[in-house]
Nanobody
């Protein structure tokens, strides 16, 4: 089993920055990709960004150029640096992880973190 523990998030003004972190524990040897999703009230959960241990990454169009995902491959910890935040970025952000066996792109959704609220005020 894999457990994901998130940290970071909170309230920030538009134009500000936040950093989210997520550490995997348990059977982490099988994890080769991690990512971030978000869910706003009344909306479906959507991919924000994902990255694998081979250096491949993908981003939602709405965050490209503003958000950066990175991963400590040894510790299986993933980070999301969020800059130039907008009110529409307000959502609960979920960390995720997967065993992709090198297949990319593919959904990174085998395991989930507990979620953390990010609120951007205008």
């Amino acid at each position: 089993q894999v457990q994901l523990v998130q940290s970071g998030g909170g309230l920030v003004q538009a134009g500000g920055s936040l950093r989210l972190s997520c550490a995997a524990s348990g059977s982490i040897f099988s994890i080769d990709a991690m990512g971030w999703h978000r869910q706003a009230p009344g909306k479906e959960r959507e991919l924000v960004a994902a990255i694998n241990v081979y250096g491949d990454s993908k981003y939602a169009g709405s965050v490209k150029g503003r958000f950066t995902i990175s991963m400590d491959r040894g510790k299986k910890t993933v980070y999301l640096q969020m800059n130039s935040l907008k009110p529409e970025d307000t959502a609960v952000y979920y960390c995720s992880a997967a065993q992709t066996r090198g297949i990319w792109p593919r959904p990174v959704s085998d395991y989930w973190g507990q979620g953390t609220q990010v609120t951007v005020s205008s």
